[in-house]
């Protein structure tokens, strides 16, 4: 029987009709800013997050620190985010190698801070103190990832917006899962991300492409970007096949992200159930379940035996994601193995 992966939205496979549109792709040189392709992606993604001009990139990552990289300037800058967030945890130390930026975590494990939060991290460093690390960006992900799929309400993210423009700092929005938070809220992309300097999303995990991500903020900054993915080694040529994947996914993968929050529900309530599960299955807000078990490990080894896969993201809590090709099927088989692994 096929693998239940719920190990992450980062596992789908392209659908046939995406595979044919990539095929079909118009393409051209995307370096020198001929391939049509991409070309239309990055105005779609420009226009939905409320921006000026977007740039298409290989990945999420390359967002987060090209963005990174022309926020922050030499001499002891700091960025202050939430707990666990990507770029503390993922990026490879990339925001101090490749920036010389400090990061300071802000607020609890939740990743979600609130505005008195901020202004206490930024009132700890205060301007003009040479013994302190210079507060100069602040990043936000929309929605949470290691802190479970939460959606940060708009009104928090317009709080915490007006904390930092009052501070002269930064703004960035990680939005690899912008889209999640956009269809399970009602809120438009625009609403939550247009606040920001730079904001992006990844066409990878819910949306379903094999590659690509795109960054947007005002023409200025889009042009420095491009300064740096040159000289990373992220500018490409006839992208336009990759680029169709997300101008396919952006048409016909949003509205369906919904699916994948109902089942994420039912699994959770179904977890939620089990002796030895903590969770609570309110705290389910998009396609991210984490959840409790006595021994992350064993359980996840035993569901691998079933031919269900999730991921231990430490000794003892569990991560499983919903995505386009788990079915409702496939999380009743996620829901038997689990109930079989607490009992055995
Ligand atoms: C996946 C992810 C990234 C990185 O994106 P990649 O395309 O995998 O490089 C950054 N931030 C968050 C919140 C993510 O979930």
Not at 291 to 318: H, I, K, N, S, Y
Request: charged share 20%.
């Amino acid at each position: 029987m096929a693998l239940v992966n719920l190990y992450s939205d980062t596992q789908t496979r392209p659908t046939e009709a995406m595979r044919a549109a990539m095929a079909a792709a118009e393409v051209g040189d995307e370096q020198r800013r001929e391939d049509p392709t991409v070309l239309v992606l990055e105005a779609r993604v420009a226009e939905l997050l409320g921006h000026e001009a977007a740039v298409f990139l290989p990945s999420g990552t390359m967002c987060n620190e090209l963005a990174i990289r022309v926020h922050i300037r030499p001499g002891g800058d700091e960025i202050l985010l939430g707990a666990n967030t990507h770029p503390l945890r993922s990026e490879a130390g990339g925001p101090a190698v490749l920036s010389g930026a400090v990061m300071t975590v802000v607020g609890g494990a939740d990743a979600r801070f609130a505005p008195a939060e901020l202004e206490a991290a930024i009132a700890a460093h205060p301007p003009g103190d040479r013994y302190a690390p210079r507060p100069r960006l602040v990043c936000v992900e929309q929605p949470t990832n290691l802190a479970g799929g939460r959606i940060w309400p708009e009104q928090q993210v317009r709080d915490v917006l007006d904390v930092a423009r009052t501070h002269g700092l930064r703004t960035h929005l990680d939005g690899a899962r912008l889209l999640n938070a956009v269809v399970a809220s009602g809120t438009s992309a625009a609403a939550y991300a247009s606040g920001f300097d730079t904001a992006w999303i990844d066409f990878t995990k819910g949306l379903g492409a094999p590659v690509g991500a795109c960054l947007a903020g005002s023409r200025e900054l889009v042009d420095e970007v491009w300064r740096y993915k040159q000289m990373l080694g992220g500018a490409m040529r006839q992208a336009g096949i990759i680029a169709a994947a997300g101008v396919y996914a952006l048409d016909y993968h949003v509205e369906r992200l919904a699916d994948d929050h109902a089942r994420a529900g039912r699994l959770a309530a179904g977890l939620a159930e089990l002796g030895g599960v903590e969770m609570d299955p309110a705290s389910v807000e998009t396609n991210i379940v984490i959840f409790t078990v006595p021994d992350a490990a064993a359980f996840c080894a035993a569901l691998e035996a079933e031919g269900v896969r999730m991921g231990a993201l430490d000794a003892r809590r569990v991560r499983a994601v919903t995505h386009l090709d788990v079915d409702d099927a496939g999380i009743g088989r996620a829901l038997d193995a689990a109930r079989a692994a607490l009992a055995g």
